[in-house]
């Protein structure tokens, strides 16, 4: 059974960090996948993906709404990425998921569309002003 399971979320203040784990397992053993990002989803509206990498020293691509503010990066172990986020607005409050596949996956905007396989449960990331 496949998990991602994402850590870090939190309530912050506006201007203010926070850093999202997330590590994926497949049947309680850790599991490499090729593409792992991020999405996030506010109630009434759809769930958009915002960065994604390739975990095999593949690219790392940002939506221009997180772009020179949240940085994606890859654990020594290939199943875990984390997201650096900072100068958080209140418009960055959403649910977080993260997101697990092995073929790549596109970003929301992009001239292309595919949605990853895996999924974590979500976190939420509060930004006050």
């Known amino acids: 059974q496949v998990q991602l399971v994402e850590s870090g979320g939190d309530s912050v203040q506006a201007g203010g960090s926070l850093r999202l784990s997330c590590v994926a397992s497949?049947?309680?053993?850790?599991?490499?996948?090729?593409?792992m990002g991020w999405f996030r989803q506010v109630p009434g509206k759809e769930r958009e993906c915002f960065a994604t990498i390739g975990t095999g020293g593949g690219p790392t691509y940002y939506h221009d709404s997180v772009k020179g503010r949240f940085t994606l990066s890859q654990g020594d172990a290939k199943n875990t990425v984390f997201l650096q986020m900072n100068n958080l607005k209140p418009e960055d409050t959403a649910m977080y998921y993260c997101?697990?596949?092995?073929?790549?996956?596109?970003?929301?905007?992009?001239?292309?569309?595919?949605?990853?396989?895996?999924w974590g449960q979500g976190i939420q990331v509060t930004v006050s002003s």
């Open positions: 497949a049947s309680g053993n850790t599991y490499n996948y090729d593409y």
């Open positions: 997101a697990a596949d092995r073929q790549p996956f596109s970003l929301s905007g992009s001239n292309w569309y595919r949605l990853p396989q895996y």
